[in-house]
Antibody
Framework: EVQLVESGGAVVQSGGSLRLSCAGS????????MHWVRQGPGMGLEWVAL????????QYAESVKGRVTISRDNARNSLFLQMYSLRPEDTAVYFC????????????????WGQGTRVTVAS | VVLTQSPGTLSFSPGERATLSCRAS???????VAWYQQKPGQAPRLVIY???SRATGIPDRFSGSGSGTDFTLAINRVETEDFAVYYC?????????FGGGTKLEIK
């Protein structure tokens, strides 16, 4: 069974930093593109960032570009999102999601999701 | 690409057929549209991808259709467990975007 478990969410002050983690299991983590997707309070979904299976391709939403870094450690089946210069509008539940395409490719849709970790940015 | 899901709420009785709409502001390349189901306090769950392919474990009462700018999720004989919020996503044009969601509620 595929499992994605996020951690690291917290309440931080505007301008602060935070590092989110996601532990994957039940699939060959190293073979899949991974994503972060967020959902603001009472809001819809927003794709945040992706990283290719080997870490060589990273893409970011314009709303976070320059303020977040996505990374992965395939030896530890882990995905990370380092966030800097946080703003109140970054307040959201952050989901780790597995790309739905075949191994070593990009589908840009999400076939497995974690339960999310909550980030609150206080102004 | 802006995705519009309207209305925001749809009411159906169990056993009825429900159709949810997703309209894109421009043509979605390769009809790369997905649909997700989200229940309160839970993560989204993939229902449909590539506009009409059912995800693993999704009952065959769910079907997706459409092309270009207009896409539909249909649920035949809606069951109690199907009442949730449904989001469409386009991933044919960068960046990927989501619709605002349609809440399917019990009439």
């Amino acid at each position: 069974e595929v499992q994605l478990v996020e951690s690291g969410g917290a309440v931080v002050q505007s301008g602060g930093s935070l590092r989110l983690s996601c532990a994957g299991s039940g699939f060959l983590f190293r073979d899949y593109t991974m994503h972060w997707v967020r959902q603001g309070p009472g809001m819809g979904l927003e794709w945040v960032a992706l990283i290719g299976w080997d870490g060589n391709n990273r893409q970011y939403a314009e709303s976070v570009k320059g303020r977040v870094t996505i990374s992965r450690d395939n030896a530890r089946n882990s995905l990370f999102l380092q966030m800097y210069s946080l703003r109140p509008e970054d307040t959201a539940v952050y989901f780790c999601a597995k790309d739905g395409a075949y191994v070593n490719s990009y589908g840009y849709y999400f076939d497995q999701w974690g339960q999310g970790t909550r980030v609150t940015v206080a102004s | 690409v802006v995705l519009t899901q309207s209305p925001g709420t749809l009411s159906f009785s169990p056993g009825e057929r429900a159709t949810l709409s997703c309209r894109a502001s421009q043509t979605v390349t390769s009809n790369y549209v997905a649909w997700y189901q989200q229940k309160p306090g839970q993560a989204p769950r993939l229902v449909i991808y590539h506009a009409s392919s059912r995800a693993t474990g999704i009952p065959d009462r769910f079907s997706g259709s459409g092309s270009g700018t207009d896409f539909t999720l249909a649920i035949n004989r809606v069951e109690t467990e199907d009442f949730a919020v449904y989001y469409c996503q386009q991933y044919g044009n960068s960046p990927s975007t989501f619709g605002g969601g349609t809440k399917l509620e019990i009439k």
